[in-house]
């Protein structure tokens, strides 16, 4: 009997260690030790419009301009785009009517690890830092381009903040191409998730098959406040119900070599950084394509690319997809969607490994440091199994 106890206590003192070791292994961008292979590959429906065909963003519009030369062709008078910011209880987000881009997220209850007198920001467009949520239209249209996220949105009035509203709502509207977009962005009060309606609508007389795109875009550079010994990791994953969770790294994306799943009908595409992630969610049950790119200047895309079927002159189509933007914290994350939990990537040992983390997090928030967090979670190990432990002497 006491060889079974000790045992049985040198079994959870293994388990906890791998599983420790994975968490770091997966934290520092590496293969997790319990990935599985793959399955092989199902063949999809061809889609009408292809990842390749998607615009890449466009430089922004300089503050300034030189005047013409005297008897030269007027300029044509630029685009008035403006940033609106969007401010709930948990986001303070900006939106910039040039595409509809969310170019700045704020989390206005977490603190940046580097500076904590500022708050964690995700989104952003701030020099070599680039970190964006993007989505538009690509297709073909007797009337020109449709639009995507370089095409000047007009916002229609609204309040911008939530005060006393459990929402509040940002509704954006473009044409071109023969195609009016409308896109709805639908913030809600203590919600990491942000609702993203497109509705379509065919101005033409002729019968389109557009193509709506979710895509995210991250610079390749590290983290602020990354070392060797103290690193994060930043990258692109998703997560779809045949290959299950994926993670890449931005140096596969940039040689052309990383491999992930290139169609599913549900999952999600994401990109973590830090302990925070961002994921957009596309409608359940639909026919998507899943593309990584570079995009020139160190900066790389996840995306989907969804068909949204043949639209009829006059007609109308929607689509609502969700974009969560927030913290790795599981009570959360596997609320929202099936395997966005997994972007610690525990896989079979999720069982053992999640009420691990659980706990760690729970003294985390109370220690504030990982290394004293692990130290603290050995010792409630050893103080729990000390009375098997005492009863083997």
């Known amino acids: 009997m006491e060889i079974n106890k000790r045992t049985i206590l040198w079994i959870v003192f293994a388990v906890s260690l791998v599983v420790l070791w994975n968490d770091w292994m997966v934290a520092n961008g590496k ?27 466009a430089a922004p519009a300089p503050a300034a301009t030189v005047p013409g030369v005297p008897g ?24 910039d009517t040039a595409g509809g881009v969310i170019r700045r997220l704020e989390l206005l209850k977490y603190r940046d690890k580097v500076d904590p007198n500022k708050n964690q920001v995700l989104f952003q467009a701030n020099g070599q830092r680039v970190y964006m949520a993007e989505t538009g239209l690509v297709g073909a249209s007797p009337a020109g381009v ?3 996220h370089n095409t000047p949105f007009t916002a229609r009035p609204g309040p911008r903040m939530l005060d006393g509203n ?32 497109h509705d379509v609508t065919n101005l033409t007389q002729a019968p389109l098959t557009p193509s709506l795109y979710f895509q995210l875009e991250h610079d390749g550079m590290k983290p602020e406040g990354d070392t060797y010994f103290n690193s994060t990791y930043t990258g692109p994953t998703l997560w779809t119900p045949e290959e299950h969770y994926q993670k890449l790294t931005f140096d596969k994306i940039a040689k052309g070599s990383a491999e992930h799943a290139k169609s599913a009908k549900d999952g999600w595409i994401a990109i973590s950084q830090h302990f925070f992630v961002s994921a957009f969610i596309p409608p359940a049950n639909t026919q998507r394509d899943i593309y990584t790119k570079p995009q020139g200047n160190n900066v790389f895309a996840i995306g989907a690319l969804e068909p949204l079927g043949t639209v009829a002159p006059g007609a109308t189509v929607s689509n609502a997809a969700r974009l969560y933007s927030g913290p790795q914290v599981q009570s959360l994350l596997e609320n929202v969607t099936p395997g966005l939990d997994l972007v610690r990537d525990y896989s079979w040992a999720a069982i053992i490994a999640k009420p691990i983390f659980a706990t760690m997090n729970w003294l985390h928030s109370l220690i504030g440091n990982w290394g004293w967090t692990i130290i603290a979670f050995t010792i409630l190990i050893k103080l729990l199994f000390f009375p098997l432990s005492a009863a083997g002497y």
């Open 31 to 57: 293969q997790s030790l319990f990935s599985a292979q793959p399955p092989a590959k199902v063949a999809q429906a061809p889609n009408p419009a292809k990842p390749n065909d998607l615009p890449t963003t």
């Open 72 to 95: 030269a062709p007027a300029a044509p008078a630029p685009v008035q785009t403006q940033v609106i910011t969007i401010t709930t209880d948990v986001y303070k987000v900006d939106i």
């Open 146 to 148: 449709l639009p995507d």
């Open 166 to 197: 459990n929402q509040v709502q940002l509704v954006l509207d473009a044409e071109r191409g023969g195609v009016r977009l409308t896109k709805t962005f639908t913030f809600k009060r203590n919600d990491y998730v942000i609702d993203v309606r």
